[in-house]
C-alpha cells in the first residue's frame, strides 16, 4: 500500500497569503492518478485538482497543483476567507485509494 | 443537478449489521464506478471500498480494514449503490461518504453529504 504523508499538519497563514502544501508519497505515484480536496468542518470534501494538476470544475484559478512521481504539492496563491480548510491528498493505484493524513491551512 | 444522497446510518451495537445506501441522480449512474470513504470523528478520511460499473464487470474492491465484512454491491435500475456493513466494530464508527469515481483519472468528483454510523454497545 502507498502511504502518503502530507506537511505540515497545521499551516497558519493570514488572507492574501500563499499557502505551500506537501504531499509526499512512499513509492512513485502516477501523475494522473493524483488529487487534491478540501474540506470544511460539517461539510464532504470537494474535488479540487485531479491529475497532479488540472483544476475541477468551477475551481478557481488561484489553486494550482504540481508534481510527479513522489513529491506533490498543492499551492493557493492568495487565500481567501473562504480557503481556511483542511486538505487532503490522494492517490489511486492497484484497484485501491490511499489518503493523506490532511493539513490543516488555519487563519493566523 | 448531479448529486448522491446517503441514507441508512445510525447506531448499532458491536457484531450486528446495517446496510448503507446511495441514491445518485442527475447523471447516468450504471456508466460510474462508485466508492465508499468513511471518516471517523476528527479523523481523516479512508477509502472502505469500491464497485466497478457493469461494462467493467461490476466488480468489487475493499480495504483490508473492511474486506470480508463490509460489502458493496449495485441497482442501476434504481441509480442505487449499497454498502452492507456486517460483524461491526466500534473502530467502524464514522460518517460514510458516498462518491462518484471520475474516469479516467479516478478522483472521486462527487460526494455526497455522509451519514453517520454509530457502533456502540
Known amino acids: 500500500e502507498i502511504v502518503l504523508t502530507q506537511s505540515p499538519g497545521t499551516l497558519s497563514l493570514s488572507p492574501g497569503e500563499r499557502a505551500t502544501l506537501s504531499c509526499r508519497a512512499s513509492q512513485s505515484v502516477s501523475s494522473s492518478y493524483l488529487a487534491w480536496y478540501q474540506q470544511k468542518p460539517g461539510q464532504a470534501p470537494r474535488l479540487l485538482i485531479y491529475?497532479?494538476?488540472s483544476r475541477a470544475t468551477g475551481i478557481p484559478d488561484r489553486f494550482s497543483g504540481s508534481g510527479s512521481g513522489t513529491d506533490f504539492t498543492l499551492t493557493i496563491s492568495r487565500l481567501e476567507p473562504e480557503d481556511f480548510a483542511v486538505y487532503y491528498c490522494?492517490?489511486?493505484?492497484?484497484?485501491?485509494?490511499?489518503f493523506g493524513q490532511g493539513t490543516k491551512v488555519e487563519i493566523k | 443537478e448531479v448529486q448522491l444522497v446517503e441514507s441508512g446510518g445510525g447506531l448499532v451495537q458491536p457484531g450486528r449489521s446495517l446496510r448503507l445506501s446511495c441514491t445518485a441522480s442527475g447523471f447516468t449512474f450504471g456508466d460510474y464506478a462508485m466508492s465508499w470513504v468513511r471518516q471517523a470523528p476528527g479523523k481523516g478520511l479512508e477509502w472502505v471500498g469500491f464497485?466497478?460499473?457493469?461494462?467493467?464487470?461490476?466488480?468489487?474492491e475493499y480495504a483490508a480494514s473492511v474486506k470480508g465484512r463490509f460489502t458493496i454491491s449495485r441497482d442501476d435500475s434504481k441509480s442505487i449503490a449499497y454498502l452492507q456493513m456486517n460483524s461491526l466494530k466500534t473502530e467502524d464508527t464514522a460518517v460514510y461518504y458516498c462518491?462518484?469515481?471520475?474516469?479516467?483519472?479516478?478522483?472521486?468528483?462527487?460526494w455526497g453529504q455522509g451519514t453517520m454510523v454509530t457502533v456502540s454497545s
Open positions: 491529475g497532479a494538476s
Open positions: 490522494q492517490q489511486y493505484g492497484s484497484s485501491a485509494w490511499t
Open positions: 464497485i466497478r460499473s457493469k461494462a467493467y464487470g461490476g466488480t468489487t
Open positions: 462518491t462518484r469515481v471520475c474516469p479516467p483519472n479516478r478522483a472521486f468528483d462527487i
